[in-house]
């Protein structure tokens, strides 16, 4: 029987973790959104695409990571252990509404209201906090970390597994009473949010906010799941193969159990519905398992090193990309005689003559990959690791 393993750092985690980094930045960050490859895009609202899979699968490590940042506090609370997970879910929070606001400046400042001068364009460009979106990609991992890591250290984790329970079971019931499968504003989720939120600091989607107030409570279960794989992964008692055939089992179990629902409560990403978190988490699961085994047992990780580079600065290296994404949908350059921005310019001048619509589109992603790797790359040669 093989020793137990548990305590060594698993690489394939990191790997997981910058492969979903790697595929948020290049869904995100295609040279035109008039053509795209049908797998690289989110499902209009029924059904389940391999894009809809990359988030989910994040914040399924997440779940994992936080086990393992917190096992070093023995899962113990203390003060000091509590204002380092409200300070790192307030600081995660306030960037996502920070990438918000600077995506409202950019966009103010370079289409500024006619005959208001310099100020007043100024003006118009910083003071958007009235229109700026309240919740995000980054707000529902600061918010769903928080959670967790308090649910965590207070709450014994044998009892976790039935917390989780009840929140997608108390979610179905919400969706089944409230009209939550209808993608309209009479679903309870469009509901919920324009009263909570108000429509001006919501994403605008047939009414639905796809990282609403009420979605949070099964996004929590989600990361919760992660959670307790990282507490199975770890568990020094058990061997590394009987971990692995553990979550192989954990993984079949719950996608093959989130299928079959899925026939009463549909498959929604932006509902994030209970048989989305089963089906996602079960993916997630098995795939981990099986990098888990590849790279960590049988020892084939030279493939994995790009996605090292994005594993151990996930948060920086999207933030990078954001960033990079607003400032070249901003820059306005002269094509012909008229004005557009660098990341339309480099697509029709460039990419599109030479790869056609489609696949030009794929190659300014995959390029604008290349490049948030060149700047996380000389961070993971000098062993950086820049943590939020």
């Known amino acids: 029987m093989n020793k137990p393993t548990a305590s060594k750092r698993i690489l394939a985690l990191d790997i997981l973790r910058g492969i979903t980094i790697a595929g948020m930045i290049m869904v995100n960050n295609p040279g035109s959104w008039s053509y795209i490859y049908a797998p690289l895009k989110h499902a209009d609202w029924n059904g389940l695409t391999p894009t809809d899979l990359i988030f989910p699968f994040f914040m399924f490590i997440m779940g994992i990571s936080t086990y393992i940042s917190l096992r070093k506090y023995r899962f113990e609370f203390s003060y000091t252990t509590l204002r380092k997970i409200v300070k790192r879910t307030f600081v995660i929070f306030f960037i996502g509404l920070l990438l918000g606001w600077f995506t409202k400046f950019c966009y103010y400042w370079v289409s500024p209201t006619p005959d208001v001068g310099f100020v007043g364009q100024l003006w118009e460009s910083v003071w958007t906090v009235d229109r700026i979106r309240i ?93 307790c794989v990282g507490g199975m ?69 030279r493939w994995s090193g790009f996605f090292h580079v994005f594993g151990i600065n996930p948060l920086f290296l999207y933030v990078t990309a954001s960033v990079l994404a607003i400032l070249l949908g901003s820059i306005q350059v002269s094509y012909g005689e008229e004005k557009t921005n660098l990341t339309h310019y480099i697509y029709i001048s460039w990419l599109q003559p030479l790869f056609g619509d489609l696949f030009g589109s794929l190659i300014y992603s995959l390029a604008f990959i290349v490049v948030v790797w060149l700047i996380g790359y000389p961070l993971f040669r000098k062993k950086i690791y820049i943590k939020i």
């Open 135 to 227: 919740l995000g990609v980054l707000q529902r991992l600061a918010l769903c970390y928080g959670v967790t890591a308090v649910i965590a250290i207070t709450m014994k984790h044998k009892h976790i597994p039935y917390l989780i329970a009840a929140l997608l079971v108390g979610y179905a019931v919400i969706l089944f009473t409230g009209n939550g499968f209808a993608y309209n504003s009479t679903n309870i989720l469009s509901v919920v949010d324009r009263a909570v939120l108000t429509p001006m600091h919501m994403y605008r989607d047939n009414g639905i906010d796809p990282e609403g107030v009420l979605s949070t409570i099964p996004s929590i279960a989600h990361v919760l799941l992660g959670f």
């Open 233 to 301: 992964l770890f568990n020094t008692h058990n061997s590394r193969d009987k971990q692995l055939k553990d979550l192989f089992i954990l993984g079949t179990i719950l996608t093959f159990t989130g299928f079959l629902l899925a026939y009463g409560c549909p498959l929604i990403k932006k509902a994030w519905t209970p048989t989305f978190v089963l089906v996602t988490c079960g993916l997630a699961s098995s795939l981990l398992a099986l990098l888990i085994w590849l790279i960590d047992e049988k020892g084939y990780r």
